[in-house]
């Protein structure tokens, strides 16, 4: 569900930019990936919700080929006013803005000229896919404007994913634009990330609570450090002579180990057990055993750590506080790594607790989210607006 005070405040804008009221809206959500991390761009599997926190985005038609595009992102560089042509589209400053050209690229449809304001509740940089969130509500968007665009939720996701490759220049693998376009509120999704085929696990139990904890660190994949582990993956999967890590083993990964260097090496043996562990952890949230989830948890986040290397030591600290709350099944950083957020399982009668913990413990500054297993993207009636 988007939020109402986000819409208003994206129309009220829109109004005094342009003179008018929004013509057309839409929404689409962040994710917490819960575990599965690093595993979709090696074909493997995942298994995030789709959160409460959105992107917003409201706007009308122009007359003529151009766009000009307003967010009311804080953290987003500067301007944060931008006008182009839909034509001959290219990747450049601000960055924000190469998101919404990647999407426009890539739109299956005919599209006239458009003016727009974007809102999101969605921390940048925080982990929690905000720029996928800012792809669907895009894509969402453009969407009502063409007449003639039919495509299946698949196609949509991965024409999102290809903007961002494109135009953001991340390779990010399919799972963030995936769970934007398909989530299912009360359930996380088990995706595999070879046949994009997605399983539904309901999260039932109003006992147990899924905590988001930003610790304020922020990240930038378009650094080396994401397109080289990328790039590791695929040197591991050549040496074991597979197309992806998907069908690796730890037996062939040991045969080779040998040949492999050292680095290569652990990165290989990260992706193989995660894989392992995201099944696992699906049958068992599945099965309401909460407590081998939440090991399979902490297993992950050691494995970021030590073998695959894209933990700090905020997530760190922020995890072994929240690990050793009683009440508390497990904890890990989320995301790409570098900063951003860790997810926490837990009893709720444990909330309170966690989170006083983890406030007095930090040497930073936290923010909490409580985590509601939200919907995917959607267009917005705007009437009453």
């Known amino acids: 569900m988007a939020d109402p005070e986000l819409i208003q405040n994206c129309t009220k804008a829109f109004s005094d930019h342009f003179g008018e009221k929004p013509q057309f809206g839409s929404f689409a959500p962040g994710r917490v990936n819960l575990i599965g991390e690093h595993t979709d761009y090696n074909d493997g599997f995942v298994f995030p919700v789709a959160i409460q926190l959105v992107t917003v985005m409201v706007g009308s038609k122009r007359t003529d080929r151009r766009c000009r595009i307003i967010t009311l992102a804080d953290r987003a560089d500067?301007?944060?006013?931008?006008e182009f042509a839909l034509d001959g589209l290219e990747s450049g400053t601000p960055h924000w803005v190469n998101y919404v050209k990647g999407v426009i690229h890539n739109f299956k449809g005919t599209l006239t000229g458009f003016n727009a304001v974007i809102g999101t509740s969605v921390p940048l940089g925080g982990?929690?896919?905000?720029?996928?969130?800012?792809e669907v509500a895009t894509y969402t968007f453009l969407e009502q404007l063409a007449t003639d665009s039919s495509v299946t939720p698949q196609e949509k996701a991965m024409a999102c994913q290809k903007a961002e490759h494109e135009f953001a220049h991340v390779p990010c693998g399919i799972m963030d634009q995936f769970i934007s376009v398909?989530?299912?509120?009360?359930?996380?999704?088990?995706?595999?990330?070879?046949?994009?085929?997605?399983?539904?696990?309901?999260?039932a139990d109003p006992d147990i609570v899924v905590l988001i904890t930003d610790s304020n660190v922020r990240h930038h994949l378009t650094g080396s450090e994401y397109p080289e582990r990328r790039r590791q993956c695929q040197v591991a999967a050549k040496e074991l002579g597979l197309p992806s890590l998907r069908d690796a083993t730890f037996g062939l990964l040991e045969e080779h180990k040998l040949t492999l260097d050292d680095v290569v090496y652990r990165r290989a043996r990260h992706v193989i057990g995660e894989i392992e562990r995201t099944a696992e952890a699906a049958g068992a949230l599945e099965a309401g055993k909460f407590e081998r989830f939440g090991v399979l948890m902490n297993q992950s986040h050691q494995s970021l750590r030590d073998d695959y290397e894209v933990s700090c030591p905020e997530l760190d600290q922020l995890v072994e506080i929240a690990q050793g709350v009683e009440g508390v099944f497990g904890s890990r950083m989320t995301g790409g790594g570098f900063g951003g957020c860790t997810v926490t399982l837990l009893r709720q009668s444990a909330l309170d607790k966690c989170k006083h913990a983890v406030t007095a413990g930090y040497k930073g500054q936290p923010t909490f989210y409580v985590c509601q297993?939200?919907?995917?993207?959607?267009?917005l009636d705007l009437r009453g607006c």
């Open 78 to 82: 500067d301007p944060k006013d931008v």
């Open 373 to 379: 297993f939200s919907s995917g993207a959607s267009a």
């Open 182 to 203: 398909m989530g299912k509120a009360g359930h996380a999704l088990l995706i595999d990330c070879r046949s994009l085929e997605a399983r539904a696990v309901p999260m």
């Open 127 to 134: 982990g929690l896919s905000s720029s996928a969130s800012v």
